[in-house]
């Protein structure tokens, strides 16, 4: 049994995850014990090494909602099989703490919600992104050559995410679930170059953001936030160092430390909060 004795913890990656093409040409394993490549860069690796217990998920890449739900609520099965648990915790970046959610509320009818101890998000999109908004008004090409499919971009539109959480956050405050939400900002010289255009529509819009979602929208509420709001862009969130950093002086190994850590420190509060 593991030192950190506690449920199963899923990493659920965000939409478009950029590591597939990486995946296919040293052919990885979405579950090979070596994750330097991987969405969530090594955190896995470093979490297993403290005697957690982790799995990654692979769900529909640029997908709709109700999609990726579904299929991280049959990966969340598996899991539970495989390992003989009762309940796993939830660990989404990005759109991955939506599919969470969305799984839950879309199987409700069957309790599924049972089986899950906790959901815990990075840099998730809750209120929705205003550059989701911005992408989704009739530019299709400029989606194509980001390489986010519109079905995804569409359910990441704040005027949706505004109807789902009218729908869903009262039976979320009494189904059984503990959530919990981080953020993180960075200025604009720090964030990665591809996201720097998507900060600026955010900052325009929404505030301060990490160059995909606003502080606002991924703490969510003060009832589910945990401060301090993350010194990272939304690469950053998953483990990953970019040129962008080098201008405040952190190396690579830094920031993977610092990020590590804020995995570590998550998971050893689960383990504190639900014990097996």
Known sequence: MPHESTHPIILAHGIARF???TNKLFQIDNNDKKDELH???NIRTFLESHDFDVEHTNVDWA???????????????????????????????????????????????????????????IGTPHHGS?????????????????????????????????????????????????????AGKQRLIHVFGPLKLSWLII???????????????????????????????????IGWWDISESWQGVTPEQLEARIKNVYLGIAKELAAAFPV
Do not use: C
């Open 19 to 21: 590591d597939v093409l």
């Open 203 to 237: 900052r325009e819009r929404e505030g301060d953001n990490d160059g995909f979602v606003s502080v606002t929208s991924a703490r969510w509420n003060d009832e589910y936030f945990v401060p301090p709001v993350l010194d990272a862009d939304h690469l950053n969130e």
């Open 39 to 41: 969405y969530f860069r």
């Open 130 to 182: 205003s550059f989701a908004d911005f992408v989704s008004q009739g530019r299709r090409e400029d989606a194509e050559a980001l390489g986010l499919g519109l079905d995804g971009v569409m359910d990441l539109r704040t005027d949706k995410m505004a109807e789902f959480n009218a729908e869903v956050s009262d039976w979320e405050r009494h189904n059984g679930v503990r959530f919990r939400a981080y």
């Open 63 to 121: 997908g709709s909602l109700v999609k990726r739900a579904a299929d991280l609520k049959q990966q969340v099965e598996q899991i539970l099989q495989l390992k003989g648990a009762t309940k796993v915790h939830i660990i989404g970046h990005s759109m991955g703490g939506l599919d969470a959610r969305r799984m839950l509320w879309d199987n409700r009818a069957e309790n599924f919600h049972h089986k899950v101890a906790s959901v815990t998000t």
